[in-house]
């Protein structure tokens, strides 16, 4: 019971320090996610000739665009998971995970602050229609914490070994979004290019946050596989992490 207190006061102390000399606050949670969204929606429906996802395309972009600001920037977190907070990792006794996993919090709570804007656009946009499936999102928000922790648990130690690891993340989170099915349905991919669906769990978790809106894009088999990936990547963290948390307490 400790640990999860503590981890919910870190929580707490993530997201007064992010937004207590903010003065736009809550919006900047809905900002970024929102301002891509719509550039991609002009783009795509305004000056090319949209063969992509599906109508309202404002809706499709957004029931992943939210996700992936979640997954995006507490991944990106992770890398200063330790340094940001040396001196409080070295001397108060914690288990070291809570530390990553704070981040895999704030960024949740955020991206839950932030599906008003998608309630608001799904009621707005014409020719939106919400199914029994829309109760399968708890399910896509569990995969997705699942998946962040694994990563981050990674990403964490490593970061402090290697510190240049803080760059390479970014790099590889930039070149993820584009093989990411966010401005596109993993139906939209060639047969060629399938297979990177199928090692993207991403691409089973952003189906499960569309499946309400836009059944279609339920692939079961697809969803499977990405549960099955995320869970493999959070016990491989967990070992990774358990491994090397030693050595980081000695290069801190």
């Known amino acids: 019971m400790a640990a999860w207190r503590s ?27 929102l301002l891509m969204s719509l550039i991609y ?11 992509l996802g599906e109508d309202p395309y404002i809706v499709f972009l957004l029931c992943a665009m939210l996700p992936w600001m979640w997954f995006n920037g507490a991944v990106s977190d992770s890398t200063v998971a330790f340094r940001r907070d040396a001196k409080l990792v070295r001397s108060v006794a914690l288990p070291r995970w809570i530390w990553v996993a704070r981040f895999v919090c704030a960024k949740g709570i955020e991206y839950l602050l932030s599906l008003p804007v998608l309630a608001l656009f799904a009621i707005l946009s014409p020719g939106t229609q919400v199914n029994w499936m829309l109760l399968l999102y708890p399910l896509g928000i569990l995969l997705m914490g699942v998946l962040i922790l ?23 989170l930039r070149v993820l979004f584009y093989a990411s099915p966010i401005i596109y349905g993993a139906s939209d991919l060639p047969a060629a290019a399938a297979p990177i669906a199928w090692i993207n769990p991403l691409s089973g ?14 692939n079961w088999t697809l969803v499977l596989t990405s549960a099955a990936i995320s869970f493999a990547v959070l016990g491989l963290g967990i070992l990774v992490f358990s491994r090397s948390v030693g050595r980081v307490l000695k290069e801190l």
Do not use: C
Request: aromatic share 18%; hydrophobic share 55%.
């Open 7 to 33: 981890l919910r006061l870190l929580t707490i102390r993530n997201l007064k320090v992010r937004y207590s000399t903010s003065l736009l606050g809550y919006l900047w949670s809905v900002l970024d996610p």
């Open 41 to 51: 929606w002009f783009i795509f429906t305004k000056l090319m000739h949209r063969s």
């Open 150 to 172: 694994g990563v981050g648990l990674i990403i964490a130690p490593l970061a402090v070994f290697f510190r240049d690891f803080e760059r390479a993340t970014r790099i590889v």
């Open 205 to 218: 978790i952003f189906a499960l946050f569309r499946a309400g809106f836009f059944p279609d894009q339920m």
